[in-house]
């Protein structure tokens, strides 16, 4: 149900968001969030997670659900809509969503998140999460004693492949470009890893498995070989999902949301969270964080100057 006057939209139902409304509704204000798209937050698609103080061995989907609950005994208004547009007028944020339908508030928080940049690679789709993972962090472990594959050259490839090499009997970071671009230091831990192979160059062409990922198909100049692997991390980079902002707030050039340490935004009453947020770490923990800043950030806007 659409309230009618909430004093705080919420877009997205991920970490950010979700904590964000929680906050918002447990001081008392009416608040209405956006979801997004089914399955649209990250941390859906952790198998486990393992990084959360205090909640030891959660599955991604369980933490959204309950905190989806958590916001619906609040009092939070949820809607299974996805922004489309934002506008500004006399001094209130509108959205309008994929219904068509507009939503006026005073106050705004924006925790949209990212999607990661999945490469054009035949076969993908039949391995995610039997050998084909985003992240390093989470499932690594699955890998304890086993073969490995970072596809990316930048920081979080570089990382990943430090932490994996630690784990899996051997690592292989194929970098797409001749050079990695991540820092220095993560360059020389990975060098210094005796069980870590860099392919430069290096073009993941094809996928192969059975139930599970077993093998990629490289090209590397004009030589093609086959790397027996049972997992492939894909650290290409991440996308923010803002196209519905281009214009009307500070981005970056790559599209990520210029906010401060507070959450604030260039318009005053529009605040962001979460990994949509340039220079964020991308942890569920600092989203949640975030959000919980984003929200209390809102209520002083609205107490001060509304
Ligand atoms: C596979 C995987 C496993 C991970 N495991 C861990 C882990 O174990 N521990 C850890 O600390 N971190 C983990 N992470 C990172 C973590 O998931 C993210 O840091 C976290 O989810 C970011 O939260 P967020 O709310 O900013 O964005 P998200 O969780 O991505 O949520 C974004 C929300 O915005 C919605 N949305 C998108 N577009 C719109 C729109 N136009 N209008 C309205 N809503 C919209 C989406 O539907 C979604 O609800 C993992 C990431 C991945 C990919």
Redesign the pocket.
């Known amino acids: 149900m659409k309230p009618d006057r909430p004093d705080l939209l919420v877009?997205?139902?991920?970490?950010?968001?979700?904590?964000a409304a929680l906050f918002a509704a447990r001081i008392g204000r009416r608040v209405a969030l956006?979801?997004?798209?089914?399955?649209?937050?990250?941390?859906?698609?952790?198998?486990?997670?393992?990084?959360?103080p205090g909640l030891p061995r959660l599955a991604?989907h369980d933490f959204?659900a309950t905190l989806a609950r958590q916001c619906q005994d609040a009092g939070v208004e949820l809607a299974a809509?996805?922004?489309?547009r934002f506008t500004v007028e006399n001094r209130y944020k509108i959205?309008e969503?994929?219904t068509g339908t507009s939503w006026t508030a005073p106050a705004v928080v924006i925790?949209?998140?990212?999607?990661?940049l999945p490469p054009d690679i035949p076969g993908l789709d039949r391995y995610w999460g039997k050998g084909i993972?985003?992240?390093a962090?989470?499932?690594g472990q699955l890998f304890r004693g086993r073969r490995v594959a970072v596809y990316g050259g930048g920081n979080t490839a570089f990382t990943s492949v430090t932490i994996l090499a630690r784990l899996a009997a051997e690592a292989h970071l194929l970098l797409p470009k001749r050079i990695g671009t991540a820092f220095g230091s993560l360059r020389d831990e990975v060098k210094r890893a005796s069980n870590v192979r860099i392919w430069p160059g290096v073009k993941v062409e094809a996928v192969m498995g059975d139930t599970a990922l077993r093998a990629l198909t490289l090209r590397q100049d004009q030589e093609i070989t086959t790397l027996e692997v049972d997992g492939l991390f894909i650290t290409l980079g991440q996308r923010p999902?803002?196209?519905?902002l281009q214009g009307s707030l500070d981005l970056t050039a790559g599209g990520f949301i210029r906010a401060d340490a507070a959450g604030r935004t260039d318009l005053p009453g529009v605040f962001a969270?979460?990994?949509?947020?340039d220079g964020?770490?991308?942890?569920?923990?600092?989203?949640?964080g975030?959000?919980a800043t984003a929200a209390l950030s809102a209520e002083r806007y609205l107490l001060q100057q509304w």
């Open positions: 877009l997205g139902a991920g970490p950010a968001g979700g904590t956006l979801t997004g798209p089914a399955g649209g937050s990250l941390i859906a698609g952790a198998a486990e997670i393992d990084n959360y991604g959204l809509r996805t922004a489309r959205i969503d994929d925790a949209v998140g990212t999607s990661p993972s985003f992240c962090w989470c499932d999902n803002t196209g519905f969270a979460g990994d949509v947020v964020s770490f991308r942890q569920l923990v600092v989203a949640c975030a959000g």
